[in-house]
Nanobody, 125 residues
Framework: EVPVVESGGDSVQAGGSLTLSCTAS????????MGWYRQGSRYECELVSTISGDGVIYYSDAVKGRFTVTQDNAKNMVYLHMNNLNPNDTAVYYC???????????????????WGQGTQVTVSS
């Protein structure tokens, strides 16, 4: 298991911005695959963005153009910068030290204990 910790979730108005942060004690993000996921009211896990160990970045269509993932290896941090938020972005956001696709809720995707506990983002209209 990896002690991943997310932070930065908050309640914002539609059109607002938030930055989520992710870190892990005793685990080096540099060169590792990292992913951001979310679980909204439908309780199905959704892949949001990933950054591979060699720096390839992916965004889901739902967030492309609004969200940006960055990595600071000196601080061992990964960030998800979220702009122009809308109510559909309301979810618990998870950071994970893996890139994975699956079905079901995020707890089911977390098969190797590489995910954080999540941080709540609430966007009101």
């Amino acid at each position: 298991e990896v002690p991943v910790v997310e932070s930065g979730g908050d309640s914002v108005q539609a059109g607002g911005s938030l930055t989520l942060s992710c870190t892990a004690s005793g685990y080096t993000f540099a060169g590792s695959d990292m992913g951001w996921y979310r679980q909204g009211s439908r309780y199905e896990c959704e892949l949001v963005s990933t950054i591979s160990g060699d720096g390839v970045i992916y965004y889901s269509d739902a967030v492309k153009g609004r969200f940006t993932v960055t990595q600071d290896n000196a601080k061992n941090m990964v960030y998800l910068h979220m702009n122009n938020l809308n109510p559909n972005d309301t979810a618990v956001y998870y950071c994970a030290a893996q890139i994975v696709l699956g079905s079901g809720n995020c707890e089911e995707w977390n098969t190797f204990g590489l995910w954080g506990q999540g941080t709540q983002v609430t966007v009101s209209s």
